[in-house]
């Protein structure tokens, strides 16, 4: 029903910024209704909860890790979700992954109905 597609992702140094974005393909509506979630996975690590947003953008959470220095926001209609990265430190270096479901935020991946194909970030010293 939704077909997400990240972009963004990049090589800075540290304490560099980067702006993913994840865009939905889906009927606008239905878009609308999807909390969003960014998730990350480095080598060697398990996927990782970092931020998300409800359906409605009147909630988000973010990883204690990442909390103060990612910013996440939504465009309702342009089926779009972004994740604002400032100050970013090599451990932040994983691939990046949106995710949604239906209406509200979860932590955990197996609760999630639809992925995108991932972005790479890697942040240098």
């Known amino acids: 029903q939704l077909q997400l597609v990240e972009s963004g992702g990049g090589l800075v140094q540290a304490g560099g910024s980067l702006r993913l974005s994840c865009a939905a393909s889906g009927p606008t509506a239905t878009a609308s209704k999807h909390a969003m979630a960014w998730f990350r996975q480095a080598p060697g690590k398990e996927r990782e909860f970092v931020s998300g947003?409800?359906?409605?953008?009147?909630?988000?959470y973010y990883s204690d890790s990442v909390k103060g220095r990612f910013t996440i926001s939504r465009d309702n209609a342009k089926s779009t979700v972004y994740l604002q990265m400032n100050s970013l430190k090599p451990e932040d270096t994983a691939e990046y992954y949106c995710?949604?479901?239906?209406?509200?935020?979860?932590?955990?991946?197996?609760?999630?109905?639809?992925w995108g194909q991932g972005t790479q970030v890697t942040v240098s010293s």
């Open positions: 995710a949604a479901r239906w209406l509200t935020i979860v932590r955990d991946t197996s609760e999630y109905d639809y």
């Open positions: 947003i409800r359906w409605n953008g009147a909630g988000t």
